[in-house]
């Protein structure tokens, strides 16, 4: 009998903004392997769905968190104690995502066998792991208790819940919380206060991150007048933190999936073998949420590139999809099996 691997990761937790920061009180996450796992040293950091740094690697198959965090612009100790769907995170933490191409071979979208597929660029000898194992399982948190869970695996990020975490309230825990905390910090009572007061925000909510995480049944679509147009790679972030990446075969299906909405699309295609490019589209936010209010069914983000690559429309099922900027760039590094020779 084979004995798997004890899964590894690292643990992160994030904010929207600076001016939401959370610092930790007492963390445990729980695994089923019974082993001990934690949450990083101090404060939140870097951004919605990505803190930006990493600490000592943790180990086991996470499946739920005891967390107690102190928020100052709600000046209040929040606790989390959360259980993930245990049969989810056995699965997540097994799962490798594909980031490359592998020559003359068809990837999978994930596997579970591990990296034993290597890529290689630029039709050199130089080898480059194709999958990526999950690297780290990120808290964030946003106003008035909100907690949302992701799995990383690098340019692929999912979603494993969104939880609620209660103020804490009962006198015996607050009172601890807030001793662990001024000593932490060292902080003097009467600093504390005049902190809670400078920060403190009454308008604070969680209703855009909510909204963030709102799904839709679409897809997007590539087209070009040219007839030699070839679409290889799309790498799509989305408002509610998750990220994907289509590689050419599975763009040719392009199925409809329950998906959040995009903020930044960036995508290779070429038409001749000196004529490779990529492209990115910024979303704009209001625009885009407000006409998927009037959703169908499902839907199609439509990317039409101009016969000479100079210009792209984007439209929503047909009709004109104003957007932030679009950019594109001549593409000479990236290599794809079924690039133009």
């Given at each position: ?256 999936r329950d998906r959040a909405l995009p903020r930044v699309m960036q995508f290779f295609w070429e038409t001749a073998k000196e004529e490779k490019f990529e492209g990115r589209i910024f979303f704009n936010r209001d625009e885009l949420f ?6 169908l069914t499902e839907n199609e983000i439509q990317i039409k590139i101009a016969e000479d690559n100079r210009s792209i429309v984007v439209l929503l099922n047909g009709q004109v999809l104003k957007v932030d900027s679009i950019r594109i760039y001549p593409n ?10």
């Open positions: 009998m084979i004995k798997e691997k004890t899964p590894e990761w690292h643990a992160e937790m994030c904010h929207p903004n600076n001016d939401y920061m959370v610092d930790m009180v007492k963390d445990e996450i729980f695994t089923l392997e019974g082993i001990h796992a934690g949450m990083p040293y101090g404060s939140s950091s870097g951004k919605w769905g990505n803190s930006g740094k990493m600490w000592t690697e943790q180990h086991g198959t996470p499946i739920g968190a005891d967390l107690t965090y102190y928020a100052s612009y709600d000046n209040a100790f929040y606790r989390l104690k959360v259980d993930f769907p245990v049969e989810k995170m056995k699965d997540l933490v097994r799962r490798n995502y594909a980031f490359r191409e592998i020559k003359g071979k068809l990837v999978k979208e994930y596997i579970y066998e591990g990296d034993s597929d290597l890529i290689f660029i630029h039709d050199t000898d130089a080898p480059y792991k194709s999958y990526h194992c999950l690297l780290s399982i990120v808290f964030g948190f946003a106003p008035k208790g909100m907690v949302v869970v992701w799995a990383n695996y690098g340019l692929t990020v999912i979603e494993i819940g969104r939880y609620q975490a209660q103020v804490v309230t009962d006198p015996q825990e607050l009172k601890l919380a807030k001793e662990i905390h001024l000593r932490t910090w060292r902080f003097t009572p009467e600093y504390f206060d005049e902190l809670a007061a400078k920060k403190y925000n009454p308008n604070a909510n969680c209703q855009l991150w909510d909204m963030y995480r709102v799904r839709y049944q679409w897809k997007p679509v590539f087209t070009s007048e040219n007839a030699a147009f070839r679409i290889f790679e799309v790498n799509t972030e989305y408002y509610n933190a998750e990220k994907d990446q289509m590689l050419r075969h599975w763009l040719l299906e392009n199925k409809i407000e006409r998927f209010k009037a959703a000479s590094d990236y290599v794809f099996n079924e690039s133009y020779r």
